[in-house]
């Protein structure tokens, strides 16, 4: 693969082809668990190929060429990812529209109501919108370690509460 590597950094794109094609299936695979739709997943991957192709010779130590891809895939990846949780579709809307939402979301929503005012956001966001610690830090304006206590502490709450009904 090493020479692979070279070859394509000196511009051979049959090189590049090559060096893609071994790395197909991992790329496919790392996407599916990130993203898990198909159209995403290929978006990614697109993406992912393109980059890669423009910043090769940026690439240091040839022995690190398909790490150095799968991480250029991961930050695709996670830029889709987050576009698509920002997006609101009609099936986000729906708790403004008193739409039905299921037993699993009634129960959620019921166990939130059961956390102090100032854990059920921090759960809402953590589990319900998946913001990490730190944007949740950042949105509410407080220390990602106070966040990541107040998660402590809230499953502590609703595991001893589970346990109990």
Known sequence: MD??????QRGDAEAFISLIEECRMTLRRVALGYLG??????????????AAYEHIGSLKKEEYFKTWLVR???NHCTKIYRANKRNVGLEQDCATENCDTGNADVEF???LQSLPEDSRVIFQ????E??????IASILGMKENTVKSR????KEQLRAQ????
């Open 109 to 111: 929503r019921e166990l």
């Open 125 to 128: 966001l953590y589990f319900g």
């Open 37 to 50: 739709n198909d159209e995403d997943v290929a978006d990614a991957i697109q993406d992912t190929i393109l």
């Open 151 to 154: 998660l402590h502490r809230g």
């Open 3 to 8: 020479t692979l590597v070279k070859k394509a």
């Open 72 to 74: 250029i895939l991961i």
């Open 162 to 165: 589970l346990q109990q009904g």
């Open 130 to 135: 998946q913001f990490t610690t730190r944007e």
